[in-house]
């Protein structure tokens, strides 16, 4: 039930912030022109966008694709990071925090001096380290959640100016590059861009597909019968 109620508010929460659909056959002639064309349609699909993806951008506006290239590309960065963070998880391999006592980390495996992630339930980060994915993700309190939900709120109003507000961005710039890969370059004609960028697409397919394998092992034993951390 719960599941289900979660499943409900990210659908109507994502259609809240969907392009808004047109009618008339001009606008759907110029999305079908447009669709295979997308940067991202690649030679694992035959150059075509499959079909399910021709049937959800029927009848939308042009900026549809764009919001799903956007959508896209953060799943598929979430769903990257998410992977590494699950075996790190699952190995047992953890760093000190803050340079403090975790308790449980790569360097220094048992500690007495164990920081409290949450006084009130009484749960410290030695805890959580020692803990399974998915049981660690339960040890998280409401405080720490609220937390989270703030900082990706606020990344979503900062992504949501520069990519509809500010012109020249492709899909998926938000104006955080701190190691400067991108400073200077074309990313809509700049080859070695546009080969950086489709790999970063396919790797987050790849990612996104691997994390719902794991955490549905993780929640059914047996469900994935190949290797997994």
Known sequence: MKTACVLAALVGSAAA?????????????????AIDDAFGVSIETGNKCPPLGSWILE???PDAIKWFQNAELKHGRI????????????????????????????????SDQAWLLSSSSGVTFS?????????????VPVAG???????????????????WTQEGRVPGDYGYDP??????????????????????IKNGRVAMMTIAAWVSNEAIPGALPVWHP
């Not at 190691?179 to 970063?200: I, Y």
Request: proline share 5%; glycine share 8%.
């Open 79 to 110: 769903a990257m990071v998410a992977t590494i963070g699950f075996m790190v998880q699952k190995f047992g391999v953890h760093f000190p925090l803050y340079l403090g006592p975790t308790g449980s980390n790569a360097f220094s495996p048992a």
């Open 179 to 200: 190691l400067g890969f991108t400073k200077g370059k074309d990313m809509e004609t700049d080859e070695k861009m546009k080969s950086l960028r489709m790999k970063e």
């Open 59 to 61: 009848d939308t506006s």
């Open 145 to 163: 959640w609220l937390q989270i939900f703030a900082v990706a709120g606020w990344f979503e109003c900062v992504a949501f100016d520069r990519q």
């Open 127 to 139: 805890d959580v380290a020692a803990a399974a994915p998915l049981d660690a993700i339960q040890m």
């Open 17 to 33: 912030f969907a392009p808004a659909a047109q009618s008339g056959k001009a606008s759907t002639a110029l999305a079908a022109s």
